[in-house]
């Protein structure tokens, strides 16, 4: 059992299973969204995530068809994104979550796309687009 909340507060989440594929991407809209080098995604089993607290205070955003992206209205963090094509499973960026996790980040994605003042010094596999096993 994973825990997590919001900047503020106000909105907090479990996750109940296995966090998967879970990735550093550098693509512009990561970076454009986290207002940082990249964020780090995983997905969830839709059915192991439950926001427990503010359901009422997120608001979404959709910057693809079918693609929605759900964040506190109070702080903006991000919490979860969904896609109408895989509704099995939800995005999270890593960073909502307070507790510890067991599964490790496979790679470094879309590293072509990263910012041009970020040094990329890692161990880890890099692809110019998703990792090959998606």
Not at 3 to 32: D, N, P, Y
Not at 39 to 44: K, L, Q, S
Not at 58 to 68: A, C, D, I, Q, V
Request: proline fraction near 3%; charged fraction near 20%.
């Amino acid at each position: 059992m994973y825990t997590g909340s919001c900047l503020c507060g106000e909105v907090s989440v479990e996750v109940s299973g296995s966090i998967t594929s879970i990735i550093h991407c550098h693509c512009s809209l990561c970076r454009k969204n986290s207002g940082t080098a990249f964020a780090t995604n995983g997905f969830v089993n839709t059915d192991d995530f439950t926001i427990t607290k503010g359901q009422a205070l997120l608001s979404e955003f959709s910057f693809k068809p079918g693609r929605t992206r759900y964040f506190c209205k109070c702080c903006g963090s991000p919490v979860y994104s969904s896609n109408n094509d895989d509704k099995s499973r939800i995005r999270i960026r890593l960073g909502i979550l307070d507790s510890d996790i067991t599964e490790q980040v496979l790679s470094h994605n879309f590293v072509t796309s990263k910012a041009n003042w970020e040094q990329l010094e890692t161990s880890l596999p890099c692809y110019e687009k998703h990792e090959p096993s998606r």
